[in-house]
């Protein structure tokens, strides 16, 4: 019994391991070619181009810029996005933003967008036209 276990053991390929005189190397697989387009529809790629940011959902005012909450579809969800604009010496000024943020609904990524657009206001005001 111990003897035929032992040959079992032997018999079964282990990779590129010399066993006694004989040198037992894998058995040779056949490689298949998978193509990037099946990645990416099961892992959610989806298209190579996104939409980018869409129409305004909500504006408001807030220190005198303009907030325009244009949060789009990606992936299922909707993406964080918005303008913040604001006149300065007779010419519109624009800053747009995307957040790597997504939310389920359209409501909650305007929500979001609009709570980060006064972020963005209160910590560098008119630095981020520049």
Do not use: C
Request: glycine content about 12%; hydrophobic content about 40%; overall charge positive.
């Amino acid at each position: 019994m111990i003897e035929d276990t032992r040959k079992l053991a032997l018999s079964l390929p282990l990779g590129d391991f010399s066993v006694g005189r004989f040198s037992m190397s894998p058995p040779p697989y056949r490689s298949t070619v998978i193509p990037m387009s099946f990645w990416k529809s099961l892992l959610g790629g989806g298209s190579a181009k996104s939409p980018g940011p869409g129409k305004p959902v909500r504006e408001i005012e807030h220190n005198g810029y303009r907030i325009a909450a244009t949060p789009y579809p990606e992936a299922g969800q909707f993406q964080v996005a918005g303008v913040i604009t604001k006149e300065v010496a007779g010419a519109v000024r624009q800053h747009k933003f995307v957040r790597a943020d997504r939310f389920g609904s359209l409501e909650e990524a305007a929500d979001f967008a609009i709570m980060k657009g006064r972020q963005i206001i209160d910590q560098q005001g008119d630095r981020i036209f520049g």
